[in-house]
Structure formats: structure tokens, C-alpha cells
């Protein structure tokens, strides 16, 4: 689902990505780790093709993003810090205006189906202004899967959600990849990052130093080993 080979991206004269190879079959669950200004959210926004690379490639269900942009961008959902919400639309206004962008069939059930997903059903008609962090958060997820994404990129997506909506996007998480969706999560949460995946990268300096399965690993391991990674990078 996702192949980079020599992935690269520099920003002025900084080099945030330094040859990231990797490769991702579909229906993975891939979680991220590493310390803050590793390029863990570079790498993600230019697997996605919010960002350009300035060299390598990167094929997405075997399609080139260069040559197929408008194709892959179908194929993808994105949660990230930003909501890419509108605070004067309701919740259903949103994302009928998304399902229209993404050419959704039977775009009205398919909203009430992803709004009940989320627990956002009774709140559909209200505008995102009226709404908590965690219930805007929420709204982004129904947002991201609206289309029913093969592939879905996550950016520190538990920032901001309280233990109820946590549950929730764990559920939405696991439907999606019990469906051979793939998953991509940056995170900074180890508990609920390593319950999730099946594979673990670690990123640190524009470089994978650590790529391993989830059953190579106990999770009373994972935070010591992510120390010894990240220290031994420095």
C-alpha cells in the first residue's frame, strides 16, 4: 500500500527527512514514535501529499504520486492536529461538503452512518463553533472516513480526546483495519499506540532506527527500547 525509497525533504537548509526506505503492505497497522522535531509529521504529510518531497519516490497502491495525485488523494484520509473543519457549519453541513468534494454515493445515509460511528448523531444539525475539542476531534475522524478511505494517515490524533472519545477512535481504528484498511498513527501515546499496531517504526533525526512486528515485542519493552534507539541516534 505504501512504498518510499529515498524519500528525502529538506526545508531551507535543514534536512528533516534523510533517505527513509519503507514499505507497507495493505491492511497493516503502523504505529510512529519518536521525540518531538524527529520529522515524524514530515514524513506523514509527504506520504500523503500535503508535502512534496524533494527526493525520492513514493508509490500509493501502486500508483506514483507524481504522476497520480488526484487519484491517490481519493484513496486517503487524513487526522491531524488541524480539524479542517468549518466553525459556521453544522456537523452535517461539513460533511456534506466533503462528500460532495469526494463524489460519496448515498452521501446522506453515509453521514448519519459515520456521525453514529463517533457518537455524534443527536449533534449533527448544530454548528462545529458549539462544540468541546473532543467533540470537533470526533467530527474530524467521521470527516477522515467519510469516504471510506483504503488508507488513513493519523497525526497525534489522541491529542485533545477524553477517555470516552479515545474509546471511540480505538473502535473506529480496529473496524477499519479488521477491513484491510491500512493505518498509519503518529503518536506519542506508547499504551495505545503498541495496542493498536502490528508493526512499530521509531523515527529519530529523519531516520527509521527502529522497524519491528508487535509480536517481536512485550509492551514493558517497548519504552526502554525506544530510549536505548533514541539515545544511541543522538
Do not use: C, W
Not at 22 to 28: V, W
Not at 62 to 82: E, M, P, T
Not at 132 to 155: E, T
Not at 197 to 214: A, E, T
Amino acid at each position: 500500500m505504501i512504498k518510499a525509497e529515498g524519500l528525502t525533504k529538506t526545508i531551507g537548509h535543514k534536512q528533516i527527512l534523510r533517505g527513509i526506505d519503507l514499505h507497507i503492505p495493505e491492511g497493516r497497522f503502523v504505529t510512529v514514535f519518536g521525540p518531538n522535531g524527529a520529522g515524524k509529521s514530515t514524513l506523514l504529510k509527504t506520504l500523503a501529499l500535503i508535502s512534496k518531497p524533494t527526493s525520492g519516490n513514493i508509490l500509493i497502491n501502486g500508483l506514483d504520486i507524481r504522476k497520480n495525485a488526484d487519484v491517490i488523494r481519493q484513496q486517503i484520509g487524513v487526522i491531524s492536529h488541524q480539524t479542517f473543519l468549518y466553525d459556521n457549519l453544522t456537523a452535517r453541513e461539513n460533511l456534506s461538503f466533503y462528500g460532495q468534494m469526494y463524489r460519496v454515493p448515498q452521501l446522506k445515509d453515509r453521514i448519519f452512518d459515520v456521525l453514529s460511528e463517533v457518537g455524534l448523531e443527536i449533534s449533527l444539525n448544530e454548528p462545529v463553533r458549539t462544540f468541546s475539542r473532543g467533540m470537533q476531534q470526533r467530527l474530524a475522524i467521521a470527516r477522515a472516513i467519510l469516504h471510506d478511505p483504503a488508507l488513513l494517515f493519523l497525526d497525534e490524533p489522541y491529542t485533545g480526546l477524553d477517555p470516552h472519545a479515545i474509546q471511540i477512535l480505538n473502535s473506529v481504528l480496529r473496524r477499519l483495519n479488521l477491513d484491510r484498511r491500512t493505518v498509519f498513527l503518529i503518536t506519542h501515546n506508547f499504551e495505545e499506540g503498541f495496542e493498536m499496531s502490528d508493526r512499530v517504526l521509531f523515527v529519530v533525526k529523519g531516520r527509521i532506527v527502529y522497524d519491528g512486528q508487535k509480536q517481536e515485542l512485550k509492551k514493558d519493552e517497548l519504552r526502554n527500547l525506544y530510549l536505548r534507539k533514541v539515545e544511541g541516534a543522538a
